[in-house]
């Protein structure tokens, strides 16, 4: 996972003011009994592999918990299996580690959170500003289109998942540029590239996903539209961001 800001990320950045949204994952209402924890997510989700640390005041427990299992609510409020058999009254807690990356489609299909911007002519409010790519819209290009061959290299965006998703039936991920900021999926000739991903690939945490996009047809902005197919999520973050295939995609 690429913890930095150097990325020109299009989502995974839009609740902070770092380089990746962090969220803690904050508990209330939090009780055990045997190895079944029920737990109101006030904050952040919780997912398999997570330590819970347990606040419970003059009770003698186990504080930290592993998440074995989640049994109810997908991430948010439910019940998860921890490692550890125990009984804890009414307490709070928080899952380590924080959560990273944004939510998607929680309402309905939507833009990725950022939009990048390959450089002058146009200004706009877009981010980030990469100068040095050579965009139709900056000036001439009208190089053989691109193949990187077998020891060469390709653009594209890549999105991670960072924790499950739920409820929808899939995301079509569509790939849009123009020469004007706010590139829309609306205009079928900004579509340059596109990928549905279905549900049971976004419920793998960890799952890194890639699309490939032709270097030729991208105009000065570039973004890419969440198509929404079923009902909207409630749980489930990703980051993504563009650049160079580097083995391990999906």
Known sequence: MPYSDALAYFHG????????TSTVNSLTGVSQSGTTLTYTVATGEVVVGQVITLVAGSQVITTNVTVLAILTGAGLTGTCTVNVSQTVTTTTGIAYPNTIGDTLVTSASQYSNLELDFGAPNTGAAYPWLPQFPS????????APENPGGAGSDYGVHIIVMAPFNTLTSINFQVVTSAATNALFSVTANIIASRPLTLAQLQVIGAHYYIPVPQTAVLEFLRWYAALSGSATTAGLIVSYWGPRCGGEE
């Open 13 to 20: 950045t839009g609740s902070s003011s770092g380089p990746l």
């Open 136 to 143: 139709l819209a900056e000036k001439g290009y009208t190089f």
